[in-house]
């Protein structure tokens, strides 16, 4: 299994970033997808979700302003975010949830928003 994630980068605040993140494998179209973030000196937490039917489920703090979504045939998904805050910058971890569950993380991408 390898993921990729990747459109990371430094924006101001209220402005928008769309991370993608490439699948290799043919698991892809029968896995839930998540998105996940570390900010500094934080634990790691579950931004938003999508299941392998396409429903999806958000933190809190993120709802309204993110929305993640999938592509199958192309083995990838997404997470859109608008309205960027100070406190979205993290490093964003794509991963399924039963890898996650085992501790088994790749490669994130870093998202920093400047106030």
């Known amino acids: 299994v390898q993921l990729q994630a990747s459109g990371g980068g430094l924006v101001q605040a209220g402005g928008s970033l769309r991370l993608s993140c490439a699948a290799s494998g043919s698991w892809f179209s029968a896995a839930a997808m998540a998105w996940y973030r570390q900010a500094s000196g934080k634990q790691r937490e579950l931004v938003a979700s999508i299941t392998s039917g396409g429903s999806t489920n958000y933190a809190d703090s993120v709802k309204g302003r993110f929305a993640i979504s999938r592509e199958n045939a192309k083995k990838t998904v997404f997470l859109q975010m608008n309205s960027l805050k100070p406190g979205d910058t993290a490093v964003y971890y794509c991963?399924?949830?039963?890898?996650?569950?085992?501790?088994?993380w790749g490669q994130g991408t870093q998202v920093t928003v400047s106030s």
């Open positions: 991963n399924t949830p039963t890898r996650a569950s085992k501790g088994w």
